[in-house]
C-alpha cells in the first residue's frame, strides 16, 4: 500500500472501447499506482474506478475517453457525457457528472485521441511540434488533432475516422466489394480498416482472418489510410503525424502508408516533408499508453484552467 499522507495526487483516466486505465500520478507525472479494467456497463466501471481511487484526496481527474463526447464546458451536468455511440450502454451516459460528483474532485476530459496527441506531442513522437495529427488505427480509427500546442473541438471534435473515402478499384476498374462495417456509413475509412473491419471482409468470404496480412492486402489498408492522413493534411497542415493502434502498428503497413501518401499528394504538397523527410513526417508513435499519459498531462494543467 502506498503512503499518500500529504501528497499531491491527480487520476488520470484512459477510457477505451474495451478496456478502461486508471492511474495515480504524483506532480511530476509518476505513476504511483495503474489499474485496467474491462469496459463493462458504465456503472460497473464507475464503481470500479471509484473504488480504486477510494481514500485518496485527488487535486483533479484528467479524463482521456472514447467518444463521440460532450466537451462544451457551459453545462457540468453534460460536460464528458458520451454521445450517441454504438457501444451498449453507454449512449448519453453522465461519466464526467458521474466521476466528479463520486471522487470530489475537479474534471478536465478530452477524446482518447486528442489526449494522445497532446503526450506524443509533449513526451513522444512529436516532441516540439505544435500542429500534430495523430491517428489510431485498431478496434476503431481516430485523429486527434492539435493546433498551436491545443487539441481543437468546436460544435464537436474531429471525427476524420469516418470520412468518406474513394473506394479501391482493381486494374479492370472493380470495386473491391466489401461494404464496410461502420453502423453509420457503411465504408467511412473505419468501416474499412479498422480491425473488426479487416475481419469481417475475411469471415464474409469464408476465410479465416490472417496472424499476417498478405503484401497486397496491407497496400489495400495504406491506400485507404493514406486518404485520411491527406484529407488531414490539407486541412490542417500538420508538422507531423503520428500514427498508432493495433492495427497502425504493424510494421509494414507505415512504409506502405507513406508510399500511397505520396503519390496521393502526386507532387501538388511541395514540402520536402511530403518527399525526401517523409521518413521523419509521417512516424510511428512512441508511447504504449499515450491516452493515460495525456489525461495524465490535462490532470496536471487542471489549476491553469476553468473547467470544474
Ligand atoms: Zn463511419
Given at each position: ?19 478502461f ?14 489499474m ?33 463526447l ?12 458520451l ?11 453522465p ?18 485521441v ?14 516540439g511540434?505544435?500542429n ?5 488505427v ?7 488533432i ?12 474531429p ?15 472493380r ?49 485507404y ?51 525526401e523527410?517523409?521518413?521523419s ?28
Amino acid at each position: 500500500m502506498l503512503e499518500l499522507d500529504g501528497a499531491l495526487v491527480w487520476a488520470a483516466i484512459e477510457g477505451g472501447g474495451t478496456k478502461f486505465v486508471c492511474a495515480l500520478v504524483d506532480e511530476r507525472g509518476a505513476i504511483l499506482r495503474q489499474m485496467r479494467l474491462q469496459t463493462e456497463t458504465p456503472e460497473v466501471v464507475v464503481e470500479k474506478l471509484c473504488a480504486f481511487f477510494a481514500g485518496v484526496q485527488l487535486r483533479g481527474i484528467g479524463l482521456a475517453c472514447f467518444g463521440p463526447l460532450e466537451l462544451r464546458g457551459n453545462s457540468r451536468a453534460r460536460y464528458a457525457s458520451l454521445l450517441a455511440t454504438p457501444k451498449v450502454g453507454w449512449s448519453g451516459f453522465p461519466l464526467g457528472e458521474a466521476l466528479i460528483s463520486r471522487l470530489n474532485a475537479p474534471l478536465i476530459a478530452e477524446t482518447d485521441v486528442n489526449a494522445a496527441a497532446l503526450a506524443e506531442a509533449r513526451l513522444g513522437a512529436a516532441r516540439g511540434c505544435k500542429n500534430v495529427v495523430y491517428v489510431t488505427v485498431g478496434t476503431g480509427v481516430g485523429f486527434g488533432i492539435l493546433v498551436n500546442g491545443v487539441p481543437i473541438h468546436g460544435l464537436l471534435h474531429p471525427e476524420l475516422g469516418h470520412l468518406l473515402v474513394r473506394p479501391a478499384r482493381d486494374a479492370d476498374g472493380r470495386s473491391d466489394g466489401f461494404d464496410g462495417n461502420c453502423p453509420f456509413h457503411g465504408t467511412c475509412l473505419e468501416g474499412l480498416i479498422s480491425g473488426p473491419a479487416i475481419a469481417k471482409r475475411f469471415t464474409e468470404r469464408g476465410h479465416e482472418v490472417p496472424s499476417e496480412l498478405p503484401a497486397e492486402f496491407i497496400a489495400l489498408i495504406a491506400d485507404y489510410l493514406a486518404q485520411g492522413l491527406f484529407a488531414a493534411l490539407l486541412a490542417v497542415a500538420p508538422e507531423r503525424i503520428v500514427l498508432g493502434g493495433g492495427v497502425g502498428s504493424v510494421p509494414a503497413l507505415l512504409p506502405a502508408t507513406r508510399k500511397a501518401l505520396r503519390a496521393l499528394a502526386a507532387g501538388y504538397y511541395s514540402r520536402p516533408e511530403l518527399s525526401e523527410h517523409l521518413e521523419s513526417f509521417l512516424v510511428a508513435a512512441a508511447l504504449p499508453n499515450a491516452g493515460l499519459l495525456g489525461a495524465s498531462l490535462l490532470a496536471r494543467a487542471l489549476e491553469n484552467c476553468h473547467r470544474t
